[in-house]
């Protein structure tokens, strides 16, 4: 069973850039569809960006579109989040999670998950 671990938070202020980290262990990672999610206090978890397991194919929320690159490496199991001009309004626990197959905006057809990483941006 693929376990993953996120890692990259942190606190930033408006306009700072981060990147996120997935890493996967005990499986075959490469065979997976990535997706990146993310959850503020009281809100609903939302999709931010996801990637099939050849790396093509990416795709984006609307608020994520334009600052955001979601990138794989399959030869480290590592898949990136890298998040550019951040606003206040990006605070939230980031997670990525894996599936088999395509990628997907829906989080509950993703049945593996890390911990997730707290990512918080001042203004």
């Known amino acids: 069973q693929v376990q993953l671990v996120e890692s990259g938070g942190g606190l930033v202020q408006a306009g700072d850039s981060l990147r996120l980290s997935c890493v996967a262990s005990g499986g075959t990672f490469s065979e997976l569809a990535v997706g990146w999610f993310r959850q503020a206090p009281g809100e609903t978890r939302e999709f931010v960006a996801g990637i099939n397991f050849s790396g093509g194919s990416p795709g984006y929320s609307d608020s994520a579109k334009g600052r955001f690159t979601i990138a794989r490496d399959n030869l480290r199991d590592t898949v990136y989040l890298q998040m550019t001009s951040l606003k206040p309004e990006d605070t939230a626990v980031y997670y990525c999670?894996?599936?088999?197959?395509?990628?997907?905006?829906?989080?509950?057809?993703?049945?593996?998950w890390g911990q997730g990483t707290q990512v918080t941006v001042s203004s």
């Open positions: 999670a894996g599936k088999e197959e395509r990628r997907s905006r829906w989080a509950i057809q993703y049945d593996i």
